[in-house]
């Protein structure tokens, strides 16, 4: 068996991973909108209207996903999400953002943590752009 066709047979349950994960996050821009605020880089406006905009992207963009007629135009839609929300990102790691308010807690993530979402971000932007392709079968 080599790698193409391993890929090929994790393609579609890892379609499911990528859509669910999108949806989930767009959710919780809902449930938790000003922990999503905190992380708006400051020199732009409206945070918390900031924050619900990203999060009604992820959750159209995560449906979308999963709609064959839909798909290609909303993995790129995800790529071009990542690669706007990529500031919130940095801004995060050069400023040491801590996040309070959420449930009652502080998140304070390490600096390693903060710093390990900039190229994680380049593996989900990859992660996206393979479903700019066909599914097996199709």
């Known amino acids: 068996?080599?790698?193409?066709?391993?890929?090929?047979?994790?393609?579609?349950?890892?379609?499911?991973?990528?859509?669910?994960?999108y949806i989930i996050a767009g959710i919780t821009h809902f449930i938790i909108p000003e922990a999503f605020a905190q992380i708006v880089p400051p020199m732009?406006?409206?945070?918390?209207?900031?924050?619900y905009l990203s999060g009604v992207a992820e959750i159209a963009l995560g449906v979308g996903l999963l709609s064959s007629r839909t798909r290609k135009l909303a993995a790129?839609?995800?790529i071009a999400l990542l690669i706007v929300i990529f500031p919130a990102n940095i801004y995060m790691a050069v400023s040491d953002v801590t996040v309070t308010g959420v449930f009652g807690w502080t998140l304070n993530p390490s600096p390693a943590a903060q710093w390990s979402r900039l190229p994680l971000q380049g593996v989900l932007i990859l992660w996206a752009?393979?479903?700019?392709r066909s599914m097996p079968g199709k």
Do not use: E, I
């Open 129 to 132: 752009w393979w479903y700019t």
């Open 76 to 78: 790129w839609g995800v």
């Open 1 to 21: 068996m080599d790698a193409s066709y391993f890929l090929a047979r994790l393609k579609r349950p890892l379609l499911y991973v990528m859509a669910s994960s």
């Open 44 to 51: 732009l406006p409206y945070p918390l209207v900031l924050a």
